[in-house]
């Protein structure tokens, strides 16, 4: 029997998935080559961190919450952690901060306060905060970012405070709101402790993080909101203002992003933090984040 030559429409049928497999296997080896050079990129002496396990958070909801125009107590609420949460065990110091000025990636800081010794960053804004997740990122080849409200109060632990006056509402009395409000405004303006102390000064929480709740207020990247419920504490509308960023601390205050003195106002609400400071999130990597999942 003689053999037929291929036709050469058959022949393009044959090397069509030949083709798609060089291709397929071209595309997985881009996706896979950078993953070595990743990991070698991210730098192993970076800031100290603690790495809280997921869980539950059950707290106070953040915002300015009105009942029938009324301010009332913000609800509690329930808010899963569903990824180990890694933070800095402080906030980022003065002379890290510095770093950063004298590399041309941040602001200058305008501190209100000057202490003496390793003291953190303090005269910051939001702005300011990002521009060093951001230079810091670039530098370990990691991704920082500002914690959410939430994340914040889930690593502050048993240091959280809670925002609540604890008054029963009362829409035919608002002044017992206002007089409570101005008592504890008045104890915490008394209670004032401004001078910025060495980094450690005020002992560590639960979960091993320092200063937590000293007298440095940390940026968050939660935005604020005036939010309006109705009787069954269901939300009938909400207004977040993205211009004002949730601050945390000895208290949570509102204040604007290009404030990095809460004094020369802001938005703050009662007493006005001293000192504005912050401390960053390490995002895991997609790589960590997929080891993590199959327990590597």
Partial sequence: MTAKAAHPQNATILLLPATLLALALA?????I???????????????????LPPGHLTYRAPGHYLRDAVPVDAPMTDIAIAEPLTIMQ?????????????????ATAEP????????????????????????????????????????????????????ALGL?????????????????????????????????????????LMDIAGNVWEWTDTCHARIHIDAAGDIVSQAPACTIRILAGQHRTP????IRDARSGGC??????????????????????LLARFGL
């Fill in 168 to 208: 029963a509402d009362d829409r035919t009395n608002p002044a017992l709101r206002w007089i409570a409000d101005y008592r504890r405004e008045a104890a915490r303006k008394r209670a004032a402790d401004p001078l910025p102390r060495p980094l450690g000064s005020f002992g560590a929480n639960a979960n091993g």
């Fill in 255 to 258: 204040v604007s992003y290009f």
């Fill in 90 to 106: 402080y906030q980022v110091s003065a002379a890290d901060y510095a770093r950063c000025v004298n590399a041309g990636a941040c």
């Fill in 268 to 289: 703050s609400v009662g007493v006005p933090p001293d000192n504005l400071g912050f401390r960053l999130v390490r995002r895991p990597a997609w790589h960590e984040m």
């Fill in 112 to 163: 209100r306060h000057l202490g003496s010794g390793d003291v953190p960053a303090t005269g910051v804004n939001y702005g300011d905060a990002l521009a060093y997740a951001a230079w810091l990122s670039a530098e370990t080849g990691q991704t920082w970012t500002l914690p959410s409200d939430a994340e914040w109060a889930y690593a502050a632990g048993e240091r959280f405070a809670d925002d």
């Fill in 33 to 51: 080559a950078p993953l070595p050079a990743l990991v070698r990129s991210v730098d192993p002496v970076g800031p100290a961190t603690v790495t």
């Fill in 27 to 31: 595309a997985m080896a881009v996706q």
